[in-house]
Structure formats: C-alpha cells, structure tokens
C-alpha cells in the first residue's frame, strides 16, 4: 500500500516530461514563454517544480504552432 506523503515533506523533482518535450522540439524555455504568453521565470517554475501546472488556455497554445 502507497501512503500519500504530506505536503510539507514532498521532495521536489524536476519536471522531467516538460523538460523532455522542450528538448524534442528543439526549444528553450525562452521560445516556449513566448508562445505561451508567459515570462521565461514562469517556464522555469514549471520545470522546477512538477505540481505547478499550466492554467487552461496557456498550455494549449505551444502545440498550434
């Protein structure tokens, strides 16, 4: 059985799915903020931290490209 873990004590990990699929399309995070609308700081939050998560209608748009 899997005990969820407390927020307090969740280690924060890299958000390896995001940061895998800006290497696949070959972006950086500057290139993804400004199609998203967004400050790079913000891409790098994401990254950083896994349980941020994009609001609706920002994550969309990168994939319209």
Known sequence: MVR???HGQRKRTMNHALRRALANAKMTETQLAE???VDVKTI????ANPTRIPTPGIDGRPARR
Do not use: L
């Not at 790098?44 to 990254?47: D, F, G, L, Y």
């Open 44 to 47: 790098s939050r994401w990254i």
């Open 35 to 37: 199609a998203c609308g």
């Open 4 to 6: 969820p873990v407390p």
